[in-house]
């Protein structure tokens, strides 16, 4: 080949800066995309040999170097893929991509390094010259008869190809690194972007230093390889020991046999992994496997509680691990990572337009060939393709926790504490996993039981069931004034309630009455419930959540019915006297336990309200915005009740008062700094007075 020295095929001398500035938010980057090139020519190379163009020869064994030059300040990518020939050189590296250069500089020279643009025109090489201000190619390709070829460009738009040197087929790529860049060509740097970007690349990738002196092991003789260069031949003579036999008498033992090993010079070890879990069929991976994959890759230490493995072929190619991490939600922030990959080389941690965005707090790997290794945010948002992998991957994680709670119910309810808030968050954020997971949610009751939502309710139908078939009358028709039908108002669809917990300690006192009538609550004491059984709400008519102090249920009251209208009127105007609040509501009931004396409700919907402020960080406003939405129920059994109603006038009654409404509001929420100093101090004085009064 004659001697060739000219122009890029670039119209604009405005491409290298660019590169060098917008082409990648990272610049250890360009690594993966020299290595990955690598793999490429390697996999190309192979196929050939498969389909009959080329034969390999008997001791090919594929691999790429990357040999670090701290002294010349120099990088080198080896492989032996297919290489290239002059032509091919002109073509991949001097034309750019068959040109756009020009479309690539108006279209990218203002974007900002949010948008990973290479990939477009075929620019995976040219980030070598993100660190580099001179880059050389050595290659020799495959076709019988081809010359070696060397190349070289100095960052500027002129290169020169002359005929090469090199004498096996392949490439080698040269960085000579700027100033800016000589961290690069440090081998602790070297072997860290390598694990970041390359670890389960396809070909075995191996990581030297120039110059360094070599270094050696000792193995024994018959594990010998071919490849293996012997320094030394050592031999070992038996090792014996004087020992006393069961007789009592010393005899001399072998301890040790003769061995012969050998002097080598240390075999070098991949830095990767050429098969990763994901890849295998999971009939082929057994627990162990998983959880020593789960640990190297993300140095998590904690068992995964399990595992789902993604193994699709069609309609598109994806195949991929996400672990259910165990996590304690009292300290950890609930943040996972999920790594993207394409055949094995890594593109991005957690792309929520590819990952569902609640599974980002799983931990795992995906594997999907279809997607570009390079490609903008803005593109995959607006890429029918890759919404379809974001619900498939919706959809197997769904059907894995629908069969765990068909088949594996035992465990599932052990998985839930810890699994619920990633199912819940789903469920909030994906309406179509949430009606898919609908009827296999669980929930632990005040029995420490898990049941799902269909078992809840079933009690609560049979129990309406019946109320219906004891006040079944005969159906009459409504007619207009002229005889015909009128139309019926339409109802809203009535709702069975499911009640609920938010603090068993706090809320014992209803629990327990609960308890003795036979009734059930679940235990929904998450931040995410208050906004996650609002959401189950609106897509399920026929059922509402109440906590367990909304309201006052007819089966905590008394069946004796007495009228309590004057009571009610009496102690109203007493409370609201006393406790200097117009807006509290105040009613009378006979109570099935007469030992409750009071019980303070708060309308779901006002509860609610306070929370989303909470959650809001609203708390700075007004704590009585919802006053009017509570409710304090006395109850006519309870002897302290009866005392205050015939006693009303009696000096001690305000402060029994009080004191009651304090008593309530504590089984309800927490008191004030202000109101728990009253409480205290009112409790004390009661003590006082009742051990005057027994003086």
Request: with cysteine.
């Amino acid at each position: 080949m004659a001697n060739k020295h000219g122009n890029l095929s670039i119209d604009s001398d405005n491409l290298f800066p660019i590169i060098k500035k917008w082409l990648y938010s990272d610049h250890d980057i360009f690594y993966r995309e020299l290595i990955s090139n690598g793999c490429d020519a390697i996999t190309k190379l192979k196929k050939l040999d498969m389909m009959g163009e080329y034969t390999l020869p008997a001791d090919y064994k594929p691999k790429i170097q990357v040999i670090i030059n701290p002294e010349e300040k120099t990088l080198k990518f080896i492989d032996n893929g297919l290489g290239m020939t002059a032509d091919e050189v002109e073509e991949y590296i001097n034309q750019i991509a068959f040109s756009g250069a020009t479309d690539f500089i108006e279209k990218y020279k203002d974007k900002s390094n949010d948008d990973q643009i290479i990939g477009h025109f075929g620019l995976g090489f040219y980030s070598a010259f993100m660190v580099a201000d001179e880059v050389t190619i050595d290659t020799l390709s495959y076709k019988e008869g081809a010359t070696p070829v060397h190349w070289s460009c100095d960052g500027g738009t002129e290169f020169d190809m002359v005929d090469g040197d090199m004498d096996e087929v392949g490439t080698e790529i040269t960085l000579f690194l700027n100033e800016d860049c000589l961290e690069f060509a440090n081998e602790y740097r070297a072997r860290e972007i390598i694990e970041k970007y390359c670890s389960f690349m396809p070909t075995e990738i191996y990581l030297s230093k120039a110059n360094a002196p070599e270094e050696y092991e000792t193995i024994d003789k018959e594990d010998k390889l071919d490849t293996d260069t012997v320094i030394e031949e050592i031999h070992e003579e038996a090792k014996t020991e004087e020992k006393e036999n069961e007789n009592g008498e010393k005899e001399v033992v072998e301890v040790s046999p003769v061995k012969d090993k050998l002097k080598i010079v240390k075999r070098p070890v991949p830095l990767n992994d050429t098969n990763p879990l994901w890849t295998k069929n999971p009939s082929e991976c057994t627990d162990e496997e998983y959880k020593e994959f789960y640990r190297k890759v993300f140095m998590d230490y904690k068992e995964p509680l399990f595992w789902i493995h993604l193994n699709m072929d069609y309609p598109f190619n994806l195949k991929g691990i996400l672990y259910f991490p165990k996590i304690n939600t009292e300290y950890d922030s609930i943040e996972g990572t999920i790594k993207l990959y394409n055949n094995q080389v890594f593109i991005a941690d957690n792309i929520k337009e590819v990952i569902p965005e609640f599974l980002m707090l799983l931990k795992g790997v995906i594997d999907c060939p279809d997607l570009p290794l390079n490609v903008s945010r803005s593109a995959l948002q607006n890429d029918g393709f890759v919404k379809k992998i974001s619900e498939y991957i919706t959809k197997k994680v769904a059907d894995k926790l629908i069969g765990m709670c068909k088949t594996e119910k035992e465990s599932y309810e052990k998985y839930w504490d810890d699994i619920s808030p990633f199912i819940k968050f789903g469920c909030l954020k994906d309406t179509k996993f949430c009606d898919k997971m609908n009827d296999y949610i669980l929930f632990k009751d005040i029995n420490d039981k898990y049941q799902t939502l269909p078992e809840l309710l079933v009690p609560v139908e049979e129990e309406k069931a019946e109320e219906n078939e004891e006040t079944t009358t005969e159906e009459t028709t409504v007619e207009n004034a002229d005889g015909t039908p009128a139309d019926e108002e339409e109802k809203e669809p009535e709702r069975s309630t499911v009640y609920y917990v938010t603090d068993k300690i706090q809320q014992g006192q209803y629990i327990s009455m609960f308890k003795e009538q036979g009734m059930n609550a679940v235990i929904l004491d998450h931040n995410i419930d208050t906004s996650f059984i609002t959401q189950l709400e609106q897509r399920n008519e026929h059922y509402q959540f109440k906590r367990i102090d909304a309201d006052l249920t007819d089966a905590l009251k008394s069946e004796d019915a007495q009228d309590l209208t004057e009571a009610t009127t009496t102690l109203s105007d007493l409370f609201k006297k006393t406790l200097n609040n117009d807006k509290l509501t105040v009613q009378v009931e006979s109570l099935k336990n007469a030992d409750v004396a009071s019980i303070l409700t708060l309308s779901e919907q006002g509860r609610r309200m306070q929370d989303m402020m909470k959650m809001y960080s609203m708390g700075d406003m007004d704590p009585n915005m919802f006053a009017a939405d509570q409710t304090l129920t006395l109850n006519a059994n309870n002897a302290l009740v009866k005392y205050i109603l015939e006693n009303k006038e009696s000096a001690h009654v305000p402060m029994f008062v009080e004191q009651l409404y304090d008593l309530a509001m504590l089984s309800n929420q927490p008191l004030s700094t202000d109101a728990m100093s009253k409480f205290i101090k009112r409790s004390n004085d009661i003590m006082l007075l009742l051990a005057n009064e027994n003086k």
